[in-house]
């Protein structure tokens, strides 16, 4: 049964850290792309950052610079590391993988497995 368990989440002060974790079952890490997508309230979910099979990373603009996706292929953990937070990335946080080819661009659509999500607050 293909599995995706996020944790990490919690809340902050603005310009603090956090580190989000994804442990994954079954094939699911062998998945081409992985990502983490964030949703606020009233909000669209967006994609924050995507790390490929080869270690490729692709970011939103909101992000760069500031947040770090790695992944552990011994453990099948996904990471996000989380600095320099700011209130508007306060927002429930995903971790996704897609078998396909497609998720470089970070579309929600073209992801197939999704876990249940961990919460980030930032207060200013």
């Known amino acids: 049964q293909v599995q995706l368990v996020e944790s990490g989440g919690g809340s902050v002060q603005a310009g603090g850290s956090l580190r989000l974790s994804c442990s994954a079952s079954?094939?699911?890490?062998?998945?081409?792309?992985k990502a983490w997508f964030r949703q606020a309230p009233g909000k669209e979910r967006e994609g924050a950052a995507v790390?490929?099979?080869?270690?490729?990373?692709n970011y939103a603009d909101s992000v760069k610079g500031r947040f770090t996706i790695s992944k552990d292929n011994a453990k099948n953990t996904l990471y996000l590391q989380m600095n320099s937070l700011k209130p508007e990335d306060t927002a429930m946080y995903y971790c996704?993988?897609?078998?396909?080819?497609?998720?470089?661009?970070?579309?929600?659509?073209?992801?197939?497995?999704w876990g249940q999500g961990t919460q980030v607050t930032v207060s200013s």
């Open positions: 790390i490929g099979v080869y270690g490729d990373t």
């Open positions: 079954g094939s699911i890490f062998s998945s081409r792309y």
């Open positions: 996704a993988a897609d078998p396909g080819y497609s998720g470089w661009y970070l579309r929600p659509g073209d992801f197939g497995y």
